[in-house]
């Protein structure tokens, strides 16, 4: 739910390290450099095979309990991935290692395939013929502060980023 409604650049460093992408396949390398940097407690992996995206390991952290952050996690990165590439690509292959009895079909009728519940390893991939796929002008839209979310102005201010502030201020 909540990966639904958030600006994907409130997630910081992790989005602009992928909005400044040039391709698909640069998204998920940047993402398995760079994924640790921002969770140090998730090790992130490029798979590079007949089909592309991310698989994630935890360390340290049980990863059972950590249910809700991996389903945003993946949710957060479909959004980004669609609007990078201005398409509403889908991924071929979801597979999450906790298991849910049931409250699923929201997550995938978002994601756009089945979600694999109980699997072995998680992980998020891609049909290798989107790989080459971003939107046009997108570094530049990146460095302008406007990456073409609709609605979404460039000095409009977060109602989170508020809250942050004030509680570090007090």
Same mark, same amino acid.
């Given at each position: 739910e909540l990966a639904l409604d958030f600006d994907p650049r409130q997630a910081g460093l992790i989005y602009y390290v992928f909005a400044s992408s040039a391709?698909? +396949? =640069?998204? /998920? =390398?940047?993402?398995?450099? /760079?994924?640790?940097? #921002?969770?140090?407690?998730?090790? +992130? =992996?490029?798979?590079?095979?007949?089909?592309?995206g991310l698989a994630m390991q935890y360390a340290g952290v049980r990863r059972q309990a950590d249910r809700h952050q991996i389903e /945003?996690?993946?949710t957060a990165l479909v959004r980004i991935c669609r609007q990078l590439t201005r398409r509403q690509i889908r991924p071929v292959r979801v597979r999450l290692t906790h298991f849910r009895a049931g409250g699923h079909a929201r997550l995938s009728r978002f994601?756009?395939?089945p979600v694999e519940f109980g699997a072995p390893a998680d992980e998020i991939l891609f049909a290798r013929m989107d790989l080459h796929v971003v939107g046009n002008g997108r570094r530049q839209a990146v460095h302008e502060g406007r990456p073409g979310l609709a609605g979404v102005e460039r000095n409009e201010e977060s109602p989170l980023r508020a809250d942050i502030q004030q #509680?570090? #201020?007090d």
């Open positions: 391709t698909l +396949h =640069e998204v /998920f =390398e940047r993402g398995a450099r /760079f994924g640790t940097v #921002v969770n140090e407690a998730v090790i +992130h =992996e490029c798979i590079d095979g007949r089909q592309v /945003f996690w993946v994601l756009g395939c #509680v570090a #201020v």
